[in-house]
């Protein structure tokens, strides 16, 4: 599911900008975000119960914190019958940014990634993220979540697909 659409990220301006500022934690951009991704969560998701909505984790250990984990949390309330649960996926070691070096190794990333299943059996999975540049950290938090919890529905949302060489 993508909520606000594609960019090229040699454009500044349009998407490319709302993601600047999200990440920046602009509030107003937050609150288009969540705005845009329930109306999508909601028309691709029929049954929000057991959802669980968790920020795909940054590139440092540990912890979740900033706008993926603000997005995660202000989705689950805006959503009826998700519960805003800590997140259950979090990163063992930390990884540099795609842009400071070569395309990932999506199963070497899942293997530094930790699901922690104390979900109740059933429970859909809504792996947030703000921009699907190569696909290899959400792949890889997939791969952890179906490791750790094979019987949990995986469903992913990025508030926007970054397209090398334009926006297409």
């Keep these: 599911m993508v909520a606000f659409g594609r960019f090229d990220p040699l454009d500044d301006g349009g998407i490319h900008a709302l993601i600047r500022r999200f990440r920046a934690g602009d509030a107003e951009t937050l609150a288009a975000a969540v705005a845009a991704s329930a109306d999508v969560v909601q028309a691709t998701i029929e049954d929000a119960n057991g959802l669980v909505i968790v920020p795909v984790p940054g590139h440092e250990a540990g912890v ?6 603000a997005l995660a949390q202000a989705l689950a309330a805006a959503i009826d019958g998700v519960a805003p649960d800590p997140p ?3 990163r063992r070691a930390a ?16 293997a530094g990634l930790a699901w922690d299943d104390a979900l109740e059996p ?4 809504l792996l947030v993220d703000d921009v699907l540049a190569s696909g290899a950290t959400l792949a890889a938090a997939i791969t952890a979540v179906r490791r750790a919890a094979p019987r949990r529905v995986v469903h992913a949302l990025v508030l926007a697909i970054a397209e090398p060489g334009g926006a297409r």
């Design 64 to 69: 979740h914190r900033g706008p993926r984990l």
């Design 88 to 90: 259950p996926l979090s």
């Design 95 to 110: 990884i540099p940014s795609a842009r400071s070096g070569p395309p990932r190794d999506a199963a070497a990333e899942a």
């Design 122 to 125: 059933g429970a859909h999975v």
